[in-house]
């Protein structure tokens, strides 16, 4: 192999080229992981892509968001989302295997396929990545999603995911929600406002917190059961 690239400069500088272009790359994404362990996010993909679209569409781009610190957010909420999004999320590494089994066996006779992103995933994808679907995005999908369970940890996984998931019309993040809809800060949310909050978060767009359908409100009360058989807050208390 050594003596094949001696032979072929051009091969042997490209082939250089590509693998210092990986060390920088691996090396930027683990700073930027390691960056945002401690520092608040500010933005994400998805943001800029509703606002842009807002404008373009010559309306109001304003976007609702509230960084707030998980101390300050209602364990309510936090058990809310993990209830409805990834009951695993206390003691998986990133992945629900189960359940990614499980979703591949019910695709097959779906329509509409059903995920099985881990809340680690997700914000691995809505704080890193762009939205699309490619091997590309799902690889990198992965890797992030490694880097940021061993980086991070899991209350600053669900700290991030409380902060930046969208949770309404340019709405991100659960205090933005909470003040918008409520007139309250996240601090002070009931069980009953929690769930509909987690409720709304697989269509935000589609489902409104402030003005519940008949789905919505029957998915927030089997939210609040979830939450009742989880143990209430202190599912989340070794996190």
Do not use: C
């Not at 691996?26 to 807002?54: D, I, Q």
């Amino acid at each position: 192999m050594g003596s094949s690239l001696r032979q072929r400069p051009w091969l042997e500088r490209s082939v250089r080229l590509v693998a210092r272009l990986i060390t920088l790359s691996f090396l930027l994404s683990f700073g930027w992981v390691v960056l945002l362990k401690y520092l608040p996010v500010s933005f994400t993909p998805l943001m800029v892509s509703r606002k842009l679209e807002a404008m373009g569409e010559d309306q109001d781009s304003r976007l609702y968001k509230n960084w707030t610190p998980y101390e300050s957010i209602s364990k309510e909420v936090a058990l809310a989302v993990v209830a409805s999004e990834d009951q695993a999320f206390p003691t998986h590494w990133g992945f629900d295997f189960d359940e990614i089994q499980d979703a591949i066996k019910d695709n097959q006779h779906r329509k509409r396929p059903r995920g099985a992103s881990t809340i680690s995933q997700q914000v691995a994808k809505n704080v890193f990545l762009w939205n699309g679907r490619s091997y590309l995005r799902k690889g990198l999908e992965v890797y992030f999603t490694f880097l940021i369970e061993l980086i991070w940890g899991k209350e600053r996984i669900l700290e991030v995911y409380l902060n930046v998931a969208e949770t309404g019309p340019l709405t991100f993040g659960v205090e933005a929600a909470s003040r918008r809809y409520y007139g309250h800060s996240a601090q002070s949310l009931t069980r009953t406002e929690a769930a509909r909050i987690a409720a709304v978060l697989p269509n935000p767009r589609l489902f409104s917190i402030k003005k519940p359908s008949a789905y919505t409100q029957k998915r927030t009360r089997q939210i609040a059961r979830q939450m009742r058989y989880l143990g209430g807050r202190a599912y989340l208390k070794n996190l």
